[in-house]
């Protein structure tokens, strides 16, 4: 009963690179959020999709960054053009239903050189 | 938009000493998490609370859900160095479509 599973662990780009987090779910969940932290900070909401829907991107920039759960596959967080502030480590979680328990991934650790 | 604040921001405690992190939301409720997330892991659902006034217990920890579902509060009992981490709460207004976490309460306890 594998839990939400996010790759890679750990991701180095350069500035202006592009960078693509996946988050495969937990099996049977349709909801997914992402959420960024820095060091020694909060969670901050950025997007929640549900299958092929995105439901709320209030907390996600406008420009550079979009987001993706497909019908099949991972849900994609897309960074592009990256710059040292997207350093951060970013979460997923996957719940059954809107506002349910949600169970987190490992996160990916971004850092841009 | 919807506010969650939690206090303090950190509580360095001694073993065996108890400690409560505080929760208040700008809104009314739907329904309130706890997460803990230990230093370099990610966060782990503690516990749901959905009813007003309603208290709960695992173990040395106890969470408690305000009668105005306003606020919510998590207290633990003689503290172990097991208990450090950072103790977030997430406040749900259905109609706001997703949880709002605070900034969390960052636990430190001195053996």
């Known amino acids: 009963n594998a839990g939400v599973m996010q790759n890679p662990r750990h991701l180095v780009r350069r500035r202006g690179q592009e960078a693509r987090l996946r988050c495969s779910p937990v099996k049977g969940h349709s909801h997914v959020y992402w959420y960024r932290q820095l060091p020694e900070e909060g969670l901050k909401f950025m997007v929640y999709l549900q299958k092929e829907n995105i439901i709320d991107e209030s907390g996600m920039p406008k420009e550079r960054f979009s987001a993706e759960f497909p019908k099949e596959g991972p849900s994609i967080l897309r960074i592009q053009q990256v710059v040292r502030g997207d350093s951060a480590a970013y979460f997923c979680?996957?719940?059954?239903?809107?506002?349910?328990?949600?169970?987190f991934g490992q996160g990916t650790r971004l850092t841009v050189v | 938009g919807q506010q969650v604040m939690q206090i303090p921001q950190y509580q360095h405690v001694q073993e065996g000493e108890d400690f409560t992190t505080y929760c208040n939301s700008s809104t009314t409720l739907s329904n309130i998490q706890w997460y803990k997330q230990r230093p370099g892991g990610h966060p782990v659902f503690l516990i749901q609370l959905v009813k007003s006034g309603e208290v709960k217990k695992q173990k040395r920890l106890t969470f408690q859900f305000g009668e105005a579902k306003k606020n919510s509060s998590l207290h633990i009992t003689a503290t172990q160095t097991t208990d450090v981490g950072t103790y977030f709460c997430a406040g749900a207004n259905n109609n706001a479509g997703k949880s709002t976490f605070g900034d969390g309460t960052t636990l430190t306890v001195k053996p």
């Open positions: 979680a996957s719940a059954r239903q809107l506002n349910t328990e949600a169970f």
